[in-house]
């Protein structure tokens, strides 16, 4: 049934982008398109030139963004100039998310569409590779900003060459906070300087939380730098900043854990001498109560340190509302756990 749904969204949008491009093709004469078809490269970068500053634009930029992590940094960025849609709220997995009614006229509004991209919005991805592909929208998935020697593999003989999460690296998120600046600038020029001063700012705060991480991490014993989660989010994390990592799923939530699943991460627990292990925000508790129970039938406890954001950020007020506050909150939680 979601297929179908996905396929029902589609045909949708091909049709609008269909008609807008009959709308568009509707007022040329055949006498026109010859003359339009004489204008030389060099003509249209001269006409695009004529002045020195870019005119500013009758209404706000429109964005859409996916997820928190990319709305929020767009939102530093872009401050008051934009007008910003935020699609995947707290507690929404990126992996599973169908596009609703209301996300389509979104998208039909849109003058940018930013998203993570990496197979991370498994069910969107056709449909934004569409309208990009079919109108003046400009839309970017800013994972692809990122070189591929820096990404993590994945399942790369399935056609999913790249792990999506990103975000948990912050030196990672500095190239994205680059790339939604520069495409902010290209699509609103006459605000230029504006986002550039907002993401110098912005990547300022980032190497601070950067060093954040890497300062707190010293209060973990070396030997208990091991994040036990429900799905194989923190990869990029546990690179940056040091820690081993082991999930009953893996790098989406596209399917299920098995019984055996939690019970090799149960073994794991149990010969490691794993203090702790963490739920998700977007993930069921289940899976990691199944495997504190796994770990008791043989002897030995493990604690639940705490809950932390993997996929989605924190309600608003929660202090993990933020991608800044998302990112402390959860080294905070970890230190708490594992830490002397």
């Known amino acids: 049934m979601r297929k179908l749904y996905v396929w029902i969204i589609a045909i949708t949008l091909m049709v609008f982008l269909a ?13 026109e398109t010859g003359a339009n078809s004489e204008i030389t490269e060099g003509e249209a970068i001269a006409d695009t030139s004529v002045g020195s500053e870019a005119a500013p634009r009758e209404t706000p930029l429109n964005v859409v963004a996916t997820t928190g992590q990319i709305a929020d940094t767009t939102r530093n960025i872009g401050g008051d100039t934009i007008e910003l849609v935020e699609l995947l709220g707290p507690g929404i997995d990126p992996h599973t998310y169908v596009a609703t009614e209301g996300d389509i006229s979104a998208f039909q509004n849109a003058d940018v569409i930013l998203y993570n991209g990496l197979h991370l919005e498994a069910q969107l991805e056709r449909v934004l590779e569409q309208i990009g592909d079919g109108g003046d929208t400009i839309v970017v998935p800013v994972g692809e900003s990122i070189d591929e020697l820096s990404l993590l593999n994945w399942e ?8 999506p999460h990103i975000w948990n690296d912050v030196r990672l998120w500095i190239e994205v906070s680059n790339a939604i600046r520069d495409t902010l600038v290209d699509a609103d020029p006459a605000n230029a300087d504006l986002y550039e001063a907002n993401a110098t700012d912005y990547i300022q705060q980032l190497e601070e939380l950067h060093e954040y991480i890497l300062a707190e991490r010293e209060k973990i014993p070396q030997e208990q730098r ?10 990029y994390y546990a690179r940056a900043y040091g820690f081993a990592v082991e999930a009953v799923q893996g790098i989406s939530t596209e399917s299920e854990a098995s019984t055996a699943d939690i019970q090799t991460l149960a073994d794991i627990v149990v010969e490691n001498g794993v203090p702790a292990m963490f739920i998700e925000t977007t993930i069921s508790p289940r899976t990691i109560e199944a495997v504190q129970e796994a770990v008791r039938a043989q002897g030995q406890e493990v604690e639940v340190g705490g809950t932390i954001y993997s996929d989605a950020m924190g309600e608003p007020g929660s202090g993990a509302d933020t991608y800044i506050g998302m990112m402390r909150h959860n080294i905070d939680t970890i230190v708490g756990a594992l830490g002397e």
């Open 156 to 163: 790369p003989e399935a056609g999913l060459p790249f792990d």
């Open 226 to 235: 091991v994040l036990v989660t429900a799905h194989d989010a923190f990869g």
């Open 19 to 31: 008609a807008c491009g009959g709308q568009a093709n509707s007022g040329e004469t055949e006498g």
